[in-house]
């Protein structure tokens, strides 16, 4: 396998919020909408340790240069954590990950992956 693909959406509210994995109502009422696609490769997938390529991008509404540069790390973090999750699940008898937290300008979400 050459890694896993992790994908993720956001919303950008008109006053500058950001939130991860909007539901449909959260996406209509947004200035913007982004969906971003990774190819994420483990340390044994990877000569170079982990790596995340961004794959695939689409969005709707205006998004500035720097926002969307933001967006891209923020979206590729969360990409890496579903990754690790999802290799983690896989293997019987391990500790539960640490908790994640992102952070993007006005935003900052803390959740357990386990």
Do not use: W
Not at 100 to 109: I, N, P, Q, S, V
């Amino acid at each position: 396998m050459r890694g896993m693909l992790g994908a993720c959406a956001v919303a950008l509210s008109s006053d500058g919020g950001v939130l991860l994995d909007p539901s449909r109502s959260e996406e209509q009422a947004a200035a913007a909408v982004a969906t971003f696609a990774f190819l994420v490769r483990s340390p044994a997938e990877s000569a170079a340790g982990t790596s995340c390529e961004l794959l695939l991008s689409h969005a709707t509404g205006g998004i500035a240069q720097t926002d969307y540069e933001a967006l891209v790390g923020v979206t590729k973090e969360a990409a890496e954590a579903s990754a690790r999750f999802c290799r983690q699940a896989m293997l019987a008898g391990r500790e539960p990950l640490a908790p994640l937290t992102l952070t993007l300008g006005k935003l900052a979400a803390t959740e357990t992956l386990a």
